[in-house]
């Protein structure tokens, strides 16, 4: 109600004072009657009435000014000032607002990011219930879970609301004339429900659907929907064909589309489809599969889940000691899990870009003292018409509240392109597609502006309207240069640092490219081709098809060799197994660890991985074989070969005992970033989902691509082909984080450099300027000309080497934190520190350089003659 | 006029208007002024220098609800009545004075003692 009133009052303003003055005047004519009635003459009533009431306008003002409009109409005749002695000087404007558009630019642009992928929730409802769940076994580095087994936790727990698992495969769909590659995902029941997601269209599953031999279906995801069925409204009922030979197609009708939102658990998931837990495969309690999702009960904490499925694990340990008695789960909450490894990355680069802001915002600082340095005239007059200082102040500061909103509004339309920056740089960072300009980031940039304004303005507010009356009308100001060369010295340090962070990690990404990797990248294609878990139910049969695939390829011109792996060489990926020797180990010695690798016999040859002893394996009748590493053999077989040697992984039901055949030399295969670490290979055409084919090509690999998809569409017509992209290619996709952040800060260090650079210029001509008399007369008196540019480039260094100096000390503060994303370089690289201050001291160099010329070129008979 | 003049205690002047209006009656500004002189016998003088400043920010905190009518001179005038807040507002105000008044009876007891 009140503030209604005031608003009123503040829309029409002229009203108020209308009713005002009726309500005064109202008020002298019962006076004046009353006053008649006591016996004045009507003039003499009229007086003492008026008399009475005090002085009108006075009343009238007095009334006013309890209102919000006189304070707002004070502050926007502030903005009008302040916006009308800006548009005098348009390139002190300009200067200022495209750096705190920089400045606040930058930083709402990685907070927009920061925003999406960390802070915001999941795209589920109450996302903070839901988490991942696995099953450990210290004997191998396995995170599915049995069916039976997630099926006894969601039965037993009292924690969750429910637990459900999924796992998933690429298809072809072969309605079309080509097979198209699906992602599909298998779920367990209570899928929909513990994302707490319904289909946009259509339904759920029904129960008779996710038991075995129930009636097929399936969910298609908005993008299939959009991208096939041209989002018809009634794809309900109609079928997608699904099977690995032309003829034996099966057909599955779609039963409901889900919400684009829905991406889980792949980005580009396209289908959803039922995994029964009651299928005979599926009973066996070794057998394990799903990925495990859960939703905990309302205020349950994750600890108390942790325990509780931690005592009904321990109790299914004792019903089934065999399968169960070495197991725990592990529950780890989705997001943490989702958005967990970029975290340290996001968080470095909004330190950077608060650095930068820094910056800019020492920099206005600094032109703001200039600027107001030079108004001491315009202050002073201020003053002795009766300004009081708060309102000199305000008035000061309305100009820096023009120049941040402007900055900020500019450096808005800098952040609303970082969503596609980032997806340029980095597709794989997780919820990109979540990352765009909101109110909450427009509130952000504004609060960044705000922040500005009184970083910014409240130093040139207070230092100069502290003047006095008598000094302000004269144009001695030199005082001020000491404040102002500091900045600048604040600027020139942070920037340094920033490039010594952004050079640390430039050095460390040159590093990777030149790491010898121990296999040759170059030339290399892989692709994968879909096909389904069930194969796997006969190894020998997939073993021979991919075999037939492999002669099919090599009998291609240009294509050199072929191989099959489960993995991809220089992406890090990590499968450690525990391995006993049929030998016979001392307790005393270590346990075998090592990473495993499952491949084909040809991988060696075709990624040029050297046999050092021994001979290459070959797939063998009645036995498994493998190949070692030389890490592998020198850690674990010191004073003996290890070829001959029956090596066995416990828990492996594939393979269970293998005898390596030869030692090969050692490469990096979990990571180009990673040491070499003890490997073994089993040499094994292993034909699942997510087997990579790995071709090496005589030419440019590339151009071999749509020969290698015909091939295999003659010989598969069945099947699709995905990812087909060189090798080098899958394995900098792999380092997109790391060139994300280095390429980033790269900017921002150059955009600090940059704006470093501007505050030395900026401040070293000022100080020419204010000291144009001074040099007019030395050179009059015969100064040289070199003498007065060594003076003031000497000044301009001497701040920068102090700048550099204290920029080294917070480098080596601030690159420690970054010290686990380095590679092959260390924290204090001393190259990287010396170029960094040589780029700071050249371009400072320059930057004072040029305004030291002029004053140097001033005609000392001009400059005398105009003050 | 001829009355001692005797200015309204600062603070004071919010407490008499909202007494002024509990009767419900809907008052203009002269009249309220005229309302306190003839109920204080005329020792108490509401300067209107301060009364129309005071109605307006009683207004617009919502104690008060004004609007325009005729007099039975058939003058324009603004009429104020109170509101529910500016009821309980009173209610408050009366405490504080009868505090302050109690507290000050009680130091000028002790000053005569």
Redesign the interface.
Known sequence: MSWLGRLRNLLRPSRLQHELNREMSFHVQERIDDLQAEGLTREDATRAARLQLGNYTLQVERTRDMDIHQRLENTLRNLRVAARALAKSPGFTATVVATLALGIGANTAVFSAIYAVLLRPLPFPHAEQLVTLGQVNPKMRQPFVAPVRLSDWNRLNTTFQAITGYYSQDESETSGELPERMTRAFVAPRFLQVWGVAPQIGRDFAPAEEHFGGPSAVLISDRLWRRRFNADPNVVGQKLHFGLSRTGAVAVPIIGVMPASFQFPLRNVDLWSTSPEDAPFARGRELTWYSGVGRLKPRVTIDQARANLAAVQSALGSQFPKTDAQLTPDIQPLKEVTVGGVRRSLWLLFGSVSLLLLIACTNVTALLLSRAAARQPEIAVRFSLGATRASVMAHLLAEVFILAVSGAALGLLLAAAAASVFRTLAKSLPRIEEIGLDWRILVYSLACAMIVTLACGILPAIRNTRTNLARGTRTTVVGSNRIQLTLVGVQVALAVTLLAAAGLLVRSLDQLGRVSPGFEPDRVLTFQISSSWSETADLRAGMRRINRILDGLRALPGVDSAAVAYSIPGVPTQFQVELTSDQGRAETEPKIIAEGRTVSPGYFATLRIPVLAGETCREEANIYTMMVNRAFANTYFRDSSPIGRHLAQTGNIYIPNSVVRGIVGDAREAGLDREPVPTVYWCFTLSQPGTRFIVRTRSEPRLMSETIRRAIHDLEPARSVFELMPLIGQISDAYAENRLRTILLAFFASAATLLACVGLYGTISYIVNVRKREVGLRLALGAMRTQIIGQFLSQGLMVSALGCMAGIGLALAFTRLISNMLFGVSPTDLMTLTSVVTIILGVSIAASLIPAIRAARLEPMQVLRDE | MGTRKNDILQGTLVLLVLKTLTSGKKL???AITAHIQRLSDQLLRV???SL??AL??M????WLRAEWGLTE?N????FYSI?S?GRKQLAEEQENWNRLTEGVARVMRGAIA
Not at chain 2, 59 to 62: A, K, L, M, Y
Not at chain 2, 75 to 78: D, G, L, T
């Open positions: 203009h500004g002269y300067e209107e220098g129309y400043p307006h920010r207004e617009q905190d919502g001179k003058r324009e005038a603004r509101t807040k």
